[in-house]
């Protein structure tokens, strides 16, 4: 059987992505916001820095193209941080780019002039400015003063060969008269990245797509250069659980570089998850990374961060690939008895365990059949006499959630002790 006879996937009927690789600077990047914007979550505990460089290990592993390593304008706390971690990446020959928040003033620029001649390579300054009608009233701002603060930063950054990546904060609720008059100049001025932000978690994958339809078709043209010259970066958040469909849209829309966090850890309710947008767009056939070690990544910032990894999150959490149902248990037991992995991470299962470095759990529990006690007995070793099947069937029906593998092992020992 070919897998198109198995799988009827509606997810390809009518759908397309004409997208015209000449007309990007390269293809589809990621950009791991953990270490900084992640870092903002009210619950976040700051890594110490082998715990940073050890998540570095990851990024890399799994082919993430640019990470940014701290706020430097935070103090020189954060800059002995940033300095190890580049130091470290530079010692390994790291493909990961490195990059760091700065806001548009001159003094936050200025330790990456420093950084970046230590380690003699280029550190991305992603200079963030407020654009929207709501943030200028609420700070006493005007257009005028938000393009003086913006032509200073970014032209101290150029004139140091500090690559700017020129950062639009709230964008999703900004004018596109404002929007377009502040980006063309940040482009004129030598900035060749722009991120367009929904810093407030505002948008749905529909605005995501009018906005980057306005910046690629008006923006970009009218600053009087190519789209292949500039980088377009997307930024989400997570405040209407809408961060990864945000970042597929973003994907779709034409976004060179798609931003998020480990577990989706940011502030307020979080940035856009990246390790879900890396699933999804894995199993879209647009990324060929290997995400085998994405798992081991996403429980160490759980570890290090301290970020929430519930029971149910999607593909990484405890709950994910595991089943005590037993009609469910019953199809990937069947699928597993015919030794045949690919069967048995689909069958009942939209996310291919065995693609991330994991694997489906058969569990015990109230509404388990005779085949779940039989598959796991079998599985740790025991021999499925019927004696013992029957018992810890009874065992399973009496419990009112699954049952951990050292409460099964308890009752059988308590059984066996009894014959």
């Not at 941080?81 to 130091?87: F, G, T």
């Not at 140091?160 to 639009?168: A, L, W, Y």
């Not at 007995?377 to 099947?389: H, I, P, S």
Request: charge should be negative; aromatic fraction near 6%; include cysteine.
């Amino acid at each position: 059987m070919e897998e198109h006879d198995l799988i009827y996937d509606w997810n390809d009927i009518d759908y397309s992505i004409d997208r015209d690789e000449s007309d990007h600077p390269h293809e589809l990047w990621f950009d791991d916001e953990t270490l900084r914007d992640g870092l903002q979550s009210p619950s976040a505990r700051n890594p110490t820095i082998q715990q940073k460089i050890e998540l570095i290990d990851y990024m890399e592993k799994l082919g993430i193209q640019k990470v940014d390593l701290g706020l430097p304008g935070a103090g020189p706390f954060h800059i002995d941080h940033i300095d190890s971690m580049l130091n470290h990446m530079g010692e390994n020959g790291y493909n990961l780019r490195p990059g760091c928040a700065v806001r548009t003033v001159v003094s936050d620029i200025e330790p990456l002039v420093e950084l970046q001649a230590k380690h003699e390579r280029q550190i991305q300054a992603s200079a963030f400015l407020g654009t929207s009608p709501i943030r200028q009233f609420a700070e006493g701002w005007t257009m005028g003063r938000i393009m003086e603060t913006a032509e200073k930063a970014v032209t101290f950054a150029v004139d140091n060969e500090i690559p700017v990546m020129f950062v639009t904060e709230d964008t999703t609720r900004s004018k596109p008269e404002e929007i377009k008059q502040v980006y063309e100049r940040a482009i004129e001025l030598g900035a060749d990245r722009i991120c367009v932000c929904d810093t407030c978690g505002h948008v749905t994958p529909n605005g995501v797509r009018k906005l980057l339809e306005f910046i690629q078709e008006e923006v970009i043209p009218d600053s009087g250069v190519k789209r292949r010259e500039i980088e377009v970066n997307w930024h989400g958040h997570q405040d209407r659980g809408l961060g990864v469909a945000n970042n597929l849209a973003a994907y779709e829309a034409g976004a060179d570089v798609i931003h998020g966090t480990a577990l989706g850890v940011g502030e307020r309710a979080g940035n856009a998850p990246l390790d879900q947008t890396l699933v999804n767009l894995s199993l879209m056939g647009v990324i060929k990374n290997d995400l085998t070690a994405l798992n081991e990544y996403t429980r160490m910032a759980h570890k290090y961060v301290e970020v929430a990894l519930p029971h149910n999150y999607p593909v990484f959490g405890e709950d994910a690939f595991e089943t005590g149902t037993g009609v469910h248990a019953s199809a990937v037991i069947k699928a597993m008895d015919k030794g045949d992995d690919w069967l048995a991470d689909r069958v009942y299962s939209g996310v291919p365990a065995g693609d991330f470095g994991l694997q489906q759990v058969i569990r015990i529990g109230h509404m388990s059949g005779r085949s779940n006690v039989i598959h796991w007995l079998k599985r740790n070793g025991y021999e499925a006499e019927e004696d013992l099947v029957a018992h810890m069937f009874d065992v399973a029906k009496s419990q009112r959630r699954m049952m951990t593998d050292e409460e099964v092992h308890d009752a059988i020992s308590e059984f066996t002790a009894t014959k």
